[in-house]
């Protein structure tokens, strides 16, 4: 069974970082494509990043580009969305998300995490 846990979420001011993590369960990294998505209050889910092992590639959405990046620690299971130089706008439930490729990163979810950036 896949499962998804992430952590790490909380307040923190503009311009500051963030670490998030998701530890995974049920497949490997080279198994599935993972990444990350958010929600903000009152709009649609959206694609932060997602990394493919077996493609070699990493999706970053251009609101992200520069400021996030995905790490993985294999022998933990363990993927990390490391969130710098952040804006208000980044606040959101932020969930972890595995699927069967970087363009198709939504097969299985997490519970989701809150990140809120104060101005």
């Known amino acids: 069974e896949v499962q998804l846990v992430e952590s790490g979420g909380g307040l923190v001011q503009a311009g500051g970082s963030l670490r998030l993590s998701c530890a995974a369960s049920?497949?490997?990294?080279?198994?599935?494509?993972i990444g990350w998505f958010r929600q903000a209050p009152g709009k649609e889910r959206e694609g932060v990043l997602c990394?493919?092992?077996?493609?070699?590639?990493?999706y970053y959405a251009d609101s992200v580009l520069g400021r996030f990046t995905i790490s993985s620690d294999n022998l933990k299971n363990t993927v990390y969305l490391h969130m710098n130089s952040l804006r208000p706008e980044d606040t959101a439930v932020y969930y972890c998300?595995?699927?069967?490729?970087?363009?198709?990163?939504?097969?299985?979810w997490g519970q989701g995490t809150q990140v809120t950036v104060s101005s």
């Open positions: 990394f493919s092992s077996s493609d070699d590639f990493t």
């Open positions: 049920g497949f490997t990294f080279d198994d599935y494509a």
């Open positions: 998300a595995a699927g069967s490729s970087w363009y198709s990163c939504d097969d299985y």
